[in-house]
């Protein structure tokens, strides 16, 4: 893992003690994603490599404390109002319970959300829910076994199913699906996924692939467009687009045959949505990312470990995001892919 750079905070910030993330182009981040590990139990194709990675050294990352520190930070003195707890997969972390519970008990209280593979899920939603969990978001991009196996490089189809039916036991609803699809490898299973979530009552969401593999591989023409997403739901639906105000949310939603039930296209390369864009980010060892795309990172870990106050990691918190790009630039030609991966960002 290459080491992080920098603060991308340039000259001077316009930001004051008491105000919110904002940045120079208007937006102001409220909704706050934590990475709680870098590792994970599945291989998804379009995020790790096979082989896995090499994690981040124990030592650099935060401790429950510090991140408990750092979302009462954010929710207190930042205006965040929302956290999603991430990874890698956030079911390996240990405290996750207990740092779910302490941001459950921040005033004012944050709407708390999980994003996750769902391999546990079946014996932990219970306990989560208990400490304050609002909701998840669990990845499922095939119904097959054997594609399965050929995209997450594990066997493990019926653990995710079985916790994505704990999640919706516990309460923990709406329950999101998450899927990414793969030309050749699970495009053709579009409709079956719909279905499977309409007969369940989750809210299904396609991703489009963002260049965030780990291998770099990437190709904006293999990649499935949501152009081509939604027509392959039309040949067996009838989407009309919500009425619904979207707002800040990534996912353009449709009503599917006549509704309530909708689903959602992500289309983070082909529809981006940066300019209502209101996310800042925290990795696992403690820098803040003002764009799942940015080059740069701001350490809040070497702040807090030096002995430093809330109000000094919350004014370089507002420097990092008062830095943000107006766009990830996916389309510029001289765009380049973060040094880390999606799972050591926080997806
Ligand atoms: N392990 C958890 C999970 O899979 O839900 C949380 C972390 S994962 C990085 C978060 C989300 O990022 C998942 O929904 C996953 O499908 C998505 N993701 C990972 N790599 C992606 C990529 N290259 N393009 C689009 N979405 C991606
Ligand atoms: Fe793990 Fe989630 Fe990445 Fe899949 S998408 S490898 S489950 S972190």
Redesign the pocket.
């Known amino acids: 893992m290459p080491a992080p750079t920098s603060s991308t905070a340039g000259a001077a910030p316009a930001t004051r003690p008491g105000e919110g993330l904002r940045d120079r182009h208007g937006r102001t981040a409220t909704d706050l994603r934590v990475s709680l590990t870098d590792r994970?139990n599945l291989r998804?194709t379009?995020?790790m490599p096979e082989a896995g990675l090499p994690w981040l050294p124990k030592p650099t990352l935060l401790t429950d404390e510090e991140v408990s520190r750092l979302v009462a930070i954010a929710v207190r003195d930042l205006g965040v109002r929302e956290v999603r707890f991430?990874?890698?997969?956030?079911l390996l972390r240990p405290g996750l319970t207990d740092i779910v519970a302490a941001a459950a008990g921040l005033q004012p209280r944050p709407e708390l959300s999980l994003?996750?593979?769902a391999i546990g899920l079946e014996r932990l939603a219970g306990p989560l829910a208990a400490a304050g969990l609002d909701r998840v978001?669990?990845?499922l991009d095939t119904l097959r076994a054997d594609t399965f196996k050929e995209l997450a490089k594990r066997d493990r189809l019926e653990a995710t199913l079985r916790g994505i039916a704990g999640a919706a036991e516990a309460g923990l609803a709406p329950v999101k699906i998450?899927t990414?699809l793969m030309r050749g490898v699970n495009d053709a299973e579009a409709p079956d996924l719909l279905r499977f979530a309409l007969e369940h009552g989750y809210q299904l969401r396609f991703?489009e692939?963002?260049p965030?593999?780990a291998a770099g591989v990437w190709r904006r023409e293999e990649m499935v467009t949501a152009a081509e997403i939604l027509d392959a739901l039309r040949g067996e639906f009838d989407l009309v687009p919500d009425p619904a105000h979207r707002g800040s949310a990534p996912a353009e939603t449709w009503l599917v045959d006549g509704g309530p039930a909708k689903v959602g296209v992500i289309g983070s390369v082909t529809r981006p949505f940066c300019g209502d864009c209101d996310r800042t980010r925290l990795t696992a060892d403690g820098q803040v990312r003002n764009c799942l795309f940015a080059r740069g990172e701001t350490d809040l870990r070497g702040l807090l470990r030096s002995g430093g106050t809330d109000a000094e990691v919350a004014g370089l918190w507002r420097e990092a995001m008062w830095g943000k790009l107006p766009g990830h630039g996916i389309d510029d030609p001289a765009f380049l892919q973060p040094a880390r991966p999606?799972?050591a960002i926080g997806?």
């Open positions: 994970c998804c379009y995020c991430t990874g890698g997969e956030p994003t996750t593979n978001n669990v990845s998450n990414v991703i692939q963002m965030l593999d999606m799972s997806g």
